[in-house]
């Protein structure tokens, strides 16, 4: 059995082989198909629109915790992994892995939690099926034939088109983070407490409107499983996350010090300057990004995951509490990804996505609630008094927008 490595988030890839269909893979809806039920080599069939499914099922057993697998072989092409965490205590999160990239991930699988769902699409090859703390942590899975041609004609003209501007987007939105973190550590440098704070807010967003494409980018020398270069880690991690061998870094290092501890030591201001350097080299590595419309989709799901896992519990501004910034921030990034899908999205299948459309406006309303100009980052602070009172209100809202969303990704994948 391999160490348990820690880690924090979805969609991990490594930028020197990255692939669109690498970079985001969560939370979309998969068809049913004819999977052979026992991983003994059977190949499924493609389901209906060309989309494969792969069941994953961790159940406990006499000697560790079991990650089975529905077949071990797949046509190339979109595939939908559905994973289901039946019993199993020591595993908690599955991952789709290639030469150390991580093409797919679902975490914070707790036993009975329900099936969760991510497509991606893959070309012939073998890849792997990563169950950290299994008995077994890694199970092939083979891919045969080539990847099916890209359709053509105007629904998959506008779904790539819209691909390619949104990729504009989150490029812009990885610069002007750099800008953002050089007025952080300049305040920090000047040992300017209140202006750093504020700098902290403005700040943060840029990397929550983009996280599901750029996170876990890999510094060169490192493995994808490796914190030590693990840019998401680096940036974002938080202290429920902190692996103990990496130790302290990245945006809620500088948050403890600035709202829990309320001062700048030297310390201080070495976060914040390898904070600027992690976000430089997360620029670097992420030019010229390329994605598939099904990316877009998958990423937007990831987002809300992002959304109900740590800003709605409070979890990830635990010194500032400005989770809302945040929550805007991912939603924001989310709406993003499906106003370029839109346009394509319209010729497959109008309706869904104007009901989309609608669950986001519920979203934008339910959070205008919030906004105070006075706040830091504009919304007031998530407080534990707040959370008690609102926290389910906010969740379901969410999810509302989450069930509707997660069908995008199969249908932009297939363009039907």
């Known amino acids: 059995m391999s160490t348990r490595v820690v ?5 991990v890839v490594v930028a020197s082989a990255l692939t669109a269909a690498a970079l985001v893979a969560l939370s979309a ?43 071990a072989s797949v046509p190339a092409g979109p595939v939908t992994f559905s994973v289901d965490n039946v019993s199993a205590t020591a595993v908690n999160e599955v991952e789709l892995l290639s030469d150390q990239r991580i093409l797919g991930e679902k975490e914070n699988l707790a036993p009975g939690l329900g099936t969760e769902t ?47 501007q949104y990729a ?9 983070m750099v800008s953002a973190t050089q007025k952080l550590q300049q305040a920090v440098d000047a040992g300017d407490l209140h202006q750093a704070q504020v700098d902290y807010a403005e700040a943060r967003p840029y990397y929550e409107r983009v996280e599901s494409d750029v996170d876990g980018f890999v510094l060169p020398g490192f493995k994808a499983t490796d914190n030590a270069g693990n840019l998401d880690y680096l940036i974002d991690m938080r202290a429920s ?42 620029d670097s590595i992420s030019k010229g ?11 937007a799901a990831d987002l ?31 709406e993003e990804a499906f106003a370029y899908l839109r346009p394509g999205l319209n010729k497959i299948d109008a309706s869904l996505a104007a009901t989309v459309a609608q669950r986001f406006n519920d979203v934008d309303t339910m959070l205008d609630g919030y906004r105070d100009a006075k706040a830091l980052g504009g919304y007031v602070r998530y407080t534990p008094a707040v959370k008690a009172k609102d926290a389910n209100k906010l969740s379901q809202t969410v999810q ?17």
């Not at 994953?56 to 089975?68: F, I, M, P």
């Open 168 to 176: 504009t987007y989150a490029t812009a939105q990885i610069t002007a």
């Open 241 to 282: 996350n902190l692996d103990p061998k990496v130790g302290w870094s990245g945006f809620h290092a500088v948050e403890r010090d600035l709202f829990k501890d309320k001062k700048i030591d030297a310390g201080t201001k070495q976060y914040a300057a390898k904070l600027t350097q992690h976000v430089k080299d997360l």
């Open 118 to 164: 991510f497509t991606v699409t893959l070309g012939g090859g073998t890849y792997q099926v990563y169950c950290p703390g299994a008995a077994q942590e890694m199970t092939n899975l083979t891919v045969t034939g080539q990847a099916a041609p890209a359709a053509t004609g105007s629904v998959a003209q506008l779904l790539q088109q819209g691909a390619t």
């Open 400 to 416: 509302a927008l989450q069930d509707v969303l997660s069908s995008i990704a199969t249908k932009v994948a297939t363009n039907s």
């Open 7 to 11: 880690r924090r988030k979805p969609a």
């Open 289 to 299: 990004l390329t994605y598939k419309p099904e990316d877009l989709a998958n990423g």
């Open 29 to 71: 809806c998969g068809s049913s198909s004819t999977n052979a039920d026992g991983p003994g080599g059977n190949t499924s069939s493609p389901a209906k629109g060309g989309v494969s499914k792969v069941d994953v099922k961790l159940v406990s057993g006499g000697s560790g915790d079991v990650c089975q697998l529905s077949t």
């Open 304 to 334: 809300l995951d992002e959304v109900q896992s740590s800003k709605i519990t409070g979890e990830e501004e635990d010194f500032s509490h400005i989770d809302l910034v945040d929550f805007a921030a991912n939603v924001e990034g989310a």
